[in-house]
């Protein structure tokens, strides 16, 4: 199957200070993205859409100024985790559609966030 | 909200068939069905997905109902790299975009 990379896996911070984590699909293209976040024994919470070129999507309750996404190619999402809290710690996934084949949604590995 | 219901959790013994069942009585005509996987602390994993007809792959197969409110994802013999979180999603249409909502899934456990 197709594959979703993430950058990086794990990242450690302060609180206060900003971090970045990408999300590229390595062999397909992916006109839309997602991202996710999960807390430990929890399901995955959908918290943004995001489509090439245009802005993110955001879900009910997930505030757009601080978890900020950019999909500024058909292989590349970001999303920046702006003054972080500890209560921002978690495991973010990413997530790509692959419109050439099945409407088939692939998953990164996701992405360990620790803010002390 | 995920349109799905599904049990916390589920035993099979290994290498026997992993029956796993889901409820989606809500779903609407153009709805898919997905199913995916994630073991500990790695991202979900797409296993299969279907619409109306029964899906088979490499992986395992999906039996959908005639009326569509429910599915059963099988494993035919079950391993003990099977042993893990169960997701069935119905992708729906939302604000002009699809998504997989997750609910919370079946912890499948795979006994040798």
């Known amino acids: 199957g197709a594959v979703v990379s993430q950058h990086p896996s794990w990242v450690i911070c302060k609180s206060g200070t900003s971090v970045k984590i990408e999300c590229r699909s390595l062999?397909?293209?992916?006109?839309?993205m997602f991202w996710y976040r999960q807390f430990p024994k929890q399901s995955l919470m959908l918290m943004a859409t995001?489509?090439?070129?245009?802005?993110?999507?955001?879900e009910q309750g997930v505030e757009k100024d601080k978890f900020l996404i950019n999909h500024a190619s058909l292989t590349l999402s970001t999303l920046t985790v702006t003054s972080a809290h500890p209560e921002d710690s978690s495991f973010y996934i990413c997530?790509?559609?692959?419109?050439?084949?099945?409407?088939?949604?692939?998953f990164g590995p996701g992405t360990r966030l620790t803010v002390t | 909200d995920a349109k799905t219901t599904q049990p916390p959790s589920m035993d099979c013994a290994e290498g026997r068939a992993a029956n796993l069942p889901c409820n989606h009585s809500?779903?609407?005509?153009?709805?898919?069905v997905y199913w995916y996987r994630q073991i500990h602390s790695q991202g979900p994993q797409y296993i299969i997905h279907?619409?109306?007809n029964n899906e088979t792959n490499e992986m395992a197969s999906l039996i959908i109902t005639e009326d569509r409110k429910s599915s059963t994802l099988i494993l035919p013999h079950a391993t003990l790299r099977d042993t893990a979180v169960y997701y069935c999603?119905?992708?729906?249409?939302?604000?002009?975009?699809?998504?997989?909502?997750f609910g919370q899934g079946t912890r499948l456990t795979i006994n040798p």
């Open positions: 997530s790509a559609r692959d419109h050439e084949g099945f409407n088939e949604q692939y």
């Open positions: 062999d397909f293209q992916a006109t839309t």
């Open positions: 995001s489509n090439e070129g245009s802005k993110a999507t955001y």
């Open positions: 809500t779903i609407s005509g153009n709805e898919y």
């Open positions: 279907g619409l109306k």
């Open positions: 999603i119905v992708r729906v249409f939302n604000r002009g975009a699809q998504k997989l909502v």
